[in-house]
């Protein structure tokens, strides 16, 4: 059976959603990251990196949030996660997903932790890292805008797939910046369909996620 490590609110909510999304059993192993149990030796040896999420499934320990997500994909290809393997829309899938991890995650994650790009001390740099991020993040967002005023209702188009699994968590991770995700009308009106979806209201029911985390989706 899948292990996932988890942490609420966390990257593994991608993951959590997509297998609630599967209709498969799994289990969860609460992360406590107040006591940094991420970095305890118990967790690095799953992932030397100390990050979340990682799974377990049988001998396989993965960590890498689209690597999960593609696996579990390809694994459970009835539910129809991802575009069938060799198509056009499966190499958008797979843009997609580079594209969220790679350019917006990364760049959320400067935002949050922006004293990690300056020296010890320099609040001042850190604040400018900060406003410079999420300016950058505000850009991005307004390409997802665009995207799905082409498309829609979905990241891919017609069909729901781990890309949205992942834009949803990273849309609410905005929810405090000037121009939030839900401040965009197509995004906004995405991410209440995405929200909708029962698989979505299960994983937020069992990671017992307040609604604050939801603001910026709506």
């Known amino acids: 059976m899948i292990t996932l490590y988890y942490h609420p609110t966390d990257a593994s909510l991608m993951t959590h959603i997509a297998l609630e999304e599967l209709g498969i059993p799994f289990t969860l192993e609460f992360v406590d990251r107040s006591i940094n149990a991420q970095k305890s030796k118990y967790f690095l040896d799953k992932n030397p990196n100390g990050l979340i999420p990682v799974i377990t499934d049988g001998d396989l320990t993965l960590f890498e949030t689209p690597a999960i997500l593609l696996y579990l994909s390809d694994k459970y290809p009835d539910a129809k996660l991802a575009p069938a393997v060799g198509s056009t829309d499966r190499a958008h899938c797979y843009k997609w997903v580079s594209w969220l991890s790679n350019t917006l ?22 604040a400018e890292v900060k406003d410079c991020a999420g300016a950058r993040v505000e850009k991005l967002l307004l390409q997802l805008e665009n995207e799905l005023s082409k498309k829609g209702p979905w990241l891919l188009g017609a069909d729901y ?29 995405y991410l209440q369909s995405v929200r909708s979806r029962p698989a979505v209201q299960r994983a937020i029911a069992t990671e017992k996620i307040q609604e604050s985390f939801f603001s910026s989706a709506g």
Do not use: H
Not at 162 to 189: E, G
């Open 105 to 126: 995650q990364a760049m959320l994650v400067t935002y949050f932790y922006s004293e990690r790009y300056v020296l010890p001390g320099n609040t001042a740099g850190a």
């Open 161 to 189: 797939s781990i890309a949205d699994c992942m834009a949803f968590v990273l849309c609410c991770w905005t929810r405090n910046l000037n121009q939030p995700a839900n401040s965009l009308p197509f995004l906004k009106k």
